[in-house]
Every structure is written in C-alpha cells, then in structure tokens.
T-cell receptor
C-alpha cells in the first residue's frame, strides 16, 4: 500500500537554530502535501498546503517566514522551522494526497520536535 | 465554515463494554469526506474509515461500526466489546472537495478502556 515517510522521527535542537523535517511519498507521486502541528493533548492543526512546483498556501496565523515549506519534487516536501524556540516544540505530521484509489490521503508517522 | 465537533473530551469504560464516540460536522459543500483516525500514544495516525457524502450506508468492520446521518450532520463511531488496546485518542475529520481536500480535524476524544 501507499506509504508516507517522515524524517526525522525525533529531533532535539537548540533554541535559535533551524531544523528541517522531510516528508516523502514512497511509492506514489503526490502533487499535494499537507503539514500539521499538534501540541500535547490537542488536535492536529493544519499549517499549510504544499503544492509541487509552487508556493505553499499557509493557514491563517501561521508565519510563512518561520515555517518554510518546499515541495520541489512529486515525492518530497520539506518543512524547515527557522530560528526555533521552545514554543515551537510540537509533533509535526505531514500527509500526502495520491495513490491509485481516488486521491486518498496518507499520513506520515510524524516528527517530534523539542527545542531546548 | 468547515468544522468538526467532538463534544466528548475523554471517555472511560470498562473492558468489554460498548462505547460510542460522537462526531458532528458543519459544511456548506455537498461533496465532502468524513474520516475517523486513531492516534495511539506513539503519535502516528491510524486510518479507520473514509466515507463520502453521498454514501449514507452504515458500515461495520469487525468490532467497529459507523453511523452516518446527514440529517443531523453526524458521523458517530461505535466500538463493541471494547478492549484495552482500543485505548487511544480518536479523531473525526472532514475534507471538502472544493477546499483542496485538506482535512480538518475535530479536537479528538481520549478513550480509556479499563481492564
């Protein structure tokens, strides 16, 4: 079946540094990918929609200069958290639309980010 | 506006009891999809079901069943003969075809199955 993989699964970074999270569709092409953030004991909040070859569309309240999204190929989207701060610590999860069964959406395993 | 409401924040039941998780949604579109996902403590989302707006048939999959009622904009999820392994957070979600198919999640219901 279709698989979406995220890397890294866990990352700890120092405050002020940037960290990149990758989202790959392993056996299908994904023209559209979505990035979500989930704080502890809260729901998944959509951050942005990433379209291959074009700029991402950010949800209201999400800083596009802080959360850089690049969707350079049909199988890879990256989320870079720039100048990370402890309040950016969260669970980030991506999803990709594609596969052979009518635009099904597949979720990655998620990435836990801790900023110290 | 696109919205999903899961009024039950947390539920605890004793193993082998049946439990129903409620989900009410709002949408202006006639074409949409409804989902249920399970999120265990490890964090990954486990896909349970996707139902399109034109298919109101109820569905049963093993101990899981779903009741889709367009008249009340509800898509409830029932687990029969619950087991400890069912303990997790369950999310109901909605996507609208006219809004790039992005999935909007409810706040989730934390389900505790007590042995």
């Amino acid at each position: 079946g279709a698989v979406v993989s995220q890397h890294p699964s866990w990352v700890i970074c120092k405050s002020g540094t940037s960290v990149k999270i990758e989202c790959r569709s392993l056996d299908f092409q994904a023209t559209t990918m979505f990035w979500y953030r989930q704080f502890p004991k809260q729901s998944l909040m959509l951050m942005a929609t990433s379209n291959e070859g074009s700029k991402a569309t950010y949800e209201q309240g999400v800083e596009k200069d802080k959360f850089l999204i690049n969707h350079a190929s049909l199988t890879l989207s990256t989320l870079t958290v720039t100048s990370a701060h402890p309040e950016d610590s969260s669970f980030y999860i991506c999803s990709a639309m594609g596969g052979t069964v009518g635009n099904t959406i597949y979720f990655g395993e998620g990435s836990w980010l801790t900023v110290v | 506006a696109q919205k999903v409401t899961q009024a039950q924040t947390e539920i605890s039941v004793v193993e082998k009891e049946d439990v129903t998780l409620d989900c009410v949604y709002e949408t202006r579109d006639t074409t949409y999809y409804l989902f249920w996902y399970k999120q265990p403590p490890s964090g990954e989302l486990v896909f349970l079901i996707r139902r399109n707006s034109f298919d109101e048939q109820n569905e049963i999959s093993g101990r899981y069943s779903w009741n889709f009622q367009k008249s009340t904009s509800s898509f409830n999820f029932t687990i029969t003969a619950s087991q400890v392994v069912d303990s997790a957070v369950y999310f109901c979600a909605l996507s609208e075809v006219n809004r790039d198919d992005k999935i909007i999640f409810g706040k989730g219901t934390r389900l505790h199955i007590l042995p």
